[in-house]
């Protein structure tokens, strides 16, 4: 299977299945002699992590990362990191109804179709908990980005969005509730909204605003390999997630010229930055901000029509422990991924000043 790697420079491969024995990876290209904070890994893992409040799925895993190689007297080594994330919570059993069908919305039917085989237990490598995997290396890349501050908050559940910039938040309040919503009125009705659906036996989508500041000038390539395109790939290739803007986003569409164009200060940064902190696909100083869409989870503990092996439509009902709303805990996971892009790009960066 292909598609299992991510990075140039700083590069990401992750393995393993939502029920096998355990996840991991393996991280290359990370600089030697960097002190690693494992507390601030594990913390990362922590929010990433299933059964951490009554609002996300109640399979319960401590995430605990074991570090093979790479590492050592707490010091990278320059040499590929290897770690494990053991699977100690596995219920397959809630999987075996699904076992002849292909649930809607899922990887089912096309991962048997292409491989001619599936891990239908809990969507083997389909399933976001391999997303765990990418938050080690976030957590590694943040540290490698030690000036570079990455902050991910969930401004949308639903209808219910935030309605201020990102300038009027104070990110310190994101982790002061289980939503991960810095603005307090606004995540107390996310809860509630939430906990409503669940009962339900239903689910909801939301989005997720990250904001990147002291982003040095210089990151990203020209034409194929623009930072906003790695973003937006990065984005996009984790589960659940169905769109991707930065800056002005869609909404500049709607603008004329005259009133998206961001104007220059004397010393080089903008009187507004519709651009996101990006132009010309480099960063230029300035903050870069996106935005990311999430579907609602696909799996309702609800009886729907869908389709068997043998070519039947039936009826079925979903089972299992699911999240109502995966957004709060996606946050860490696009985090994880802004930091891993920015990590590739920055060394991309040294190489060139090496060469000068």
Do not use: W
Not at 165 to 171: K, N, R, V
Request: glycine share 10%; charged share 25%; proline share 4%.
């Amino acid at each position: 299977m292909a598609g299992n790697s991510y990075g140039t420079l700083f590069k990401i491969t992750t393995f393993g299945e939502s029920h096998g024995e355990a996840i991991g990876g393996i991280i290359e290209g990370c600089l030697p002699g960097i002190t690693l904070d494992f507390e601030a890994i594990q913390f990362e893992m922590s929010r990433r992590k299933p059964g951490q409040s009554a609002i996300v799925t109640q399979r319960k895993e401590d995430d605990e990362v074991q570090f093979l190689s790479g590492i050592f007297e707490g010091k990278t080594t320059g040499t590929p990191i290897g770690f494990l994330i053991a699977n100690a919570n596995q219920k397959s059993e809630d999987y075996t109804h699904i076992k002849d069908t292909y649930r809607p919305s899922h990887a089912d039917y096309v991962y048997e179709k292409k491989y001619g085989i599936r891990d239908y237990r809990g969507g083997g490598r389909s399933s976001a908990r391999e997303t765990a995997s990418r938050v080690v290396a976030g957590a590694i890349a943040k540290q490698l980005l030690n000036t570079i501050t990455i902050n991910a908050y969930v401004s949308s559940v639903g209808e219910i969005f935030i309605n201020k910039p990102y300038q009027e938040l104070d990110f310190t309040k994101t982790e002061s509730n289980p939503v991960r919503c810095p603005d307090t009125e606004t995540a107390i009705r996310m809860e509630e909204h939430i906990k409503e659906i669940r009962k339900q036996g239903d689910t909801v989508g939301g989005t997720i605003t990250c904001v990147i500041q002291n982003v040095p000038i210089g990151l990203g390539e020209p034409v194929f390999d623009k930072l906003h395109a790695e973003l937006g790939k990065a984005m996009l290739s984790i589960n659940a997630v169905k769109g991707f803007e930065y800056g002005s986003g869609f909404c500049g569409a709607k603008m004329k010229g005259s009133e998206h164009n961001d104007l220059y200060l004397p010393d080089g940064t903008t009187k507004t930055n519709l651009s996101g902190g990006i132009q010309g696909g480099i960063s230029n100083g300035m903050d870069i901000y996106f935005r990311v869409a999430f579907k609602p989870v696909a799996t309702l503990i609800q009886k729907q029509e869908t389709l068997d092996n043998q070519g039947n439509i039936i009826e079925m009902q979903g089972k299992g422990r699911h999240d109502p709303c995966v957004v709060p805990r996606a946050v860490p996971i696009v985090e994880a991924m802004a930091a891993i892009v920015l990590a590739d790009f920055y060394l991309l960066n040294k190489m060139y000043h090496s060469n000068d």
